[in-house]
């Protein structure tokens, strides 16, 4: 045994029902062997709340990565070096990975990607510097390539990935629309991320305010939600135009998920539906890092984030509050250990 | 007035309601007028019945095109020209355009594609050698390209397109798996057009047969039909794979459309679904027509047509029976003035 106390793991303690409940989860108390060779322990210290979580804690077989009953909730880390057996990684070392919801993590440095704190602040390497900002980054530029003057429509705008999605698209000098759920975040949108038109999808004439900020129709759309949004805005797709898969929140939590109605949109428009994995473009991370870090340098772009403060039990409600739509930018669970 | 007699057409008598009856089509003659400077006058020889025609006779202003009550039924047909004011067509010329269901068509020209019966006979210049073929060609080699020794499935294997594209897919060297509604057609998709493997969708285990005739996953969907096989197809769509959205024809007729819910697996297979109209590739039907000449030359090519002898009054039985999925290839109706 080691002297470290215990790790808090949160355990998935049944399948959730439409939106997870607080007792979906349960939490779990459990000694940390010592580590062996080539091994090393990572101490927590922010945990990413993300909402692609509710679709691999679904009762069905259908999808690659699934957590069962008793599983520890997948989620990704970032967090700190707080001792190692394996040569590649010091004590004090940063390190993010999708190391589950726990205070204390073993691994043999699979999958682990050092941070440079000094680079971007620990938080932002699991949101806009890390897979959230990176996610946005090469699904806009690599596959949907804005050019100046084109119209991109961002749903979830004010989302882990909408919220840098939007920005870059207004690097490129697109009009960026987006659609979020309340007043609230859509003057957010227009005020501090730069959107030129938002659109609350809870208005009666949301539809209509889109139309309207579209005359020239949507040459991109750049879908986080699916659901009636993105279908209702596949009849304004552009001729080429492309959707980008990035992610379908709306459908997540559903028993029954359901298809855009309006897909056949994409054949006259000669438009296409595509999807995306950001993990293909891992060899390329450090390059888009740079970039990022220069626009954050000059001011053109922010990383947002949405800090809930608390411990591995505090994770489900703060799971909840996402599908509430309650953040602005990137959700972190930010535990005790971090500064 | 002209000697010619009265032109027999087709019109829309209300909006069907699901698959189209007889009595949603009514017979119109009507006297013929003289062509003035210009105009040519057609004698339809060939109709080409297309279940496209399903989506524009809705009861919807969605769609670009839309035929009304009391408005002919759109058609491409293929006839002779009788009579000419016009100096780029002769009489005895032989076209093809979008003249609509009747006997007769004045035309200034504009839309008609000289067609040489020499070169292959005048109703295959609706099918195979004509839109159905050349959708099948353009949409298969250039925005599917299939490599030898990937797999591609077809639905709707047994209509216009379908029957071409699967050919063409062999061609490439491609493993050809194709969907139709009844045994009788597997048979002919696998004796006649070199089909791999041919399933019957109405079988019930028809998933698991697709399953087992693509243990590498499906590199290509090329689909013609939309609906629960397009739907259940997506979760075998193989890394990188192409969904050809050439048609829906399982939706044309349906209230609510539905979209495939399983688009989702787009996503994590970096797959697409791409949007297709023929249209585009116009400056080059020639050179795909010789390249479909060389192949019908060498035997290793058909075009696969479904005659139905009958005059103007017996398109709507044609196009009832082509959603009874009654046709082996193009469905053409053949009017008394084809030799």
Aim: charged share 20%.
């Amino acid at each position: 045994m080691n002297n470290l106390g215990k790790n808090k793991k949160l355990l998935l303690a049944k399948y959730p029902n439409g939106l997870a409940e607080l007792d979906d989860f349960i939490t779990e108390e459990v000694e940390v062997p010592n580590i062996v060779d080539n091994e090393l322990l990572i101490q927590s210290h922010y945990v990413g709340v993300d909402a692609a979580l509710r679709l691999i804690v679904r009762d069905s077989d259908e999808f690659l990565f699934r957590v069962q009953p008793g599983d520890i909730i997948h989620a990704n880390i970032a967090g700190e070096v707080i001792a190692s057996n394996n040569k590649d990684f010091e004590v004090g070392d940063f390190v993010t990975g999708a190391l589950g919801v726990q205070s204390l993590s073993i691994s043999n440095g699979e999958g682990l990607e050092k941070c440079d704190p000094n680079l971007s602040p620990l938080g932002s390497w699991l949101g806009g510097f890390g897979v959230s900002g990176l996610t946005a980054y090469f699904a806009l530029f690599d596959e949907c390539k804005p050019q100046p003057g084109e119209t991109i429509l961002v749903t979830g705008a004010a989302g882990a990935v909408g919220s840098m999605a939007g920005q870059f698209a207004k690097l490129a000098g697109a009009k960026v629309i987006g659609t979020t759920s309340s007043k609230e975040k859509c003057d957010w949108l227009v005020n501090e991320l730069g959107y030129d038109v938002a659109i609350n999808y809870n208005d009666e004439n949301w539809y209509e305010q889109l139309e309207a900020a579209a005359p020239d129709r949507l040459n991109i759309i750049f879908d986080n939600t699916g659901g009636s949004v993105m279908n209702e805005a596949l009849k304004l797709i552009a001729m080429h135009g492309v959707v980008l898969l990035c992610g379908s929140t709306s459908q997540y939590y559903q028993d029954e998920m359901s298809g855009p109605s309006n897909y056949i949109w994409l054949g006259s428009m000669r438009a296409r539906l595509q999807g995306f994995v950001i993990f293909d473009y891992a060899e390329r991370y450090t390059d888009a890092r740079k970039k990022i870090s220069q626009w954050i340098d000059n001011g053109s772009l922010k990383l947002p984030e949405f800090v809930c403060d608390g411990d591995i039990e505090d994770f489900p409600s703060a799971f909840k509050k996402l599908f509430e739509g309650k953040n602005f930018g990137k959700m972190l669970l930010k535990l005790p250990a971090a500064k």
